[in-house]
Structures are given as C-alpha cells and as structure tokens.
Nanobody
Framework: QVHLVESGGGLVQAGGSLRLSCVTS????????MGWFRQAPGKEREIVAA????????YYTNSVKGRFTISRDNAKSTGYLQMNSLKPEDTANYYC????????????????WGQGTQVTVSS
C-alpha cells in the first residue's frame, strides 16, 4: 500500500483559492492512479477529481469543472488539487486516494487513503 498525507486545507472566503497537496510514500507513486474525494457533514463521500498514472488523463465532477485542477508530480511522489473560485458548497473534508490502476474514478478501486484535510469556505 501507499501512504498518503494531505495538507493545504483551511478557511477561505468565497471566491478564494486553496491548493491541496498529497505527499505519498511507501510505493512507487507513478504506479498508481490518484483521486481527490470530499465528504461534507451529513453527505456521502463523492469523487471530486481523478488523474491517471502518467497525468495524461483527468476527470472532474461537474460541480468543480473549470474551477479545480488536479495534477501530479511523479518525481516528487506528490499530487495536487488547485481549487479556485471556491464556493460555500465546496466546504468538506478532502481526501486523496491511490488506486492500483492506470486510471479509475470508482471509489472502490482506491485502496489507500489519506487522513483528510478540512476545507471551509465562508460566504
């Protein structure tokens, strides 16, 4: 399994930006697809974005398209989620996850998860 640690969350006003980082260790990062998920209180976990092993393919849930950008630096074993034009409805605990796959968006395929980082967007 790969070990993941998120950082970069915090409190931001609506319209602001945050950049989440996901530092990995334990396994070769480039062998794993990566995803960012979020879970708000009282709601189910949802996938926000995903990226393939090479970074050549990406996926975004409709609500974040055009505002969020997922990326990865395999040399640094780190993934990122750039979040711009944040809205109060983006408030959630954000998790990064790794899947032993070329590319996937299915939560069940992600076998390694970070502990999460809280993002709070005030109106």
């Amino acid at each position: 399994q790969v070990h993941l640690v998120e950082s970069g969350g915090g409190l931001v006003q609506a319209g602001g930006s945050l950049r989440l980082s996901c530092v990995t260790s334990g396994r070769t990062f480039s062998n794993y697809a990566m995803g960012w998920f979020r879970q708000a209180p009282g709601k189910e976990r949802e996938i926000v974005a995903a990226i393939s092993r090479s970074g050549g393919a990406t996926y975004y849930t409709n609500s974040v398209k055009g505002r969020f950008t997922i990326s990865r630096d395999n040399a640094k074993s780190t993934g990122y989620l750039q979040m711009n034009s944040l809205k109060p409805e983006d408030t959630a605990n954000y998790y990064c996850a790794a899947a032993w796959s070329v590319f996937t968006t299915r939560a069940a395929d992600f076998g390694s998860w970070g502990q999460g980082t809280q993002v709070t967007v005030s109106s």
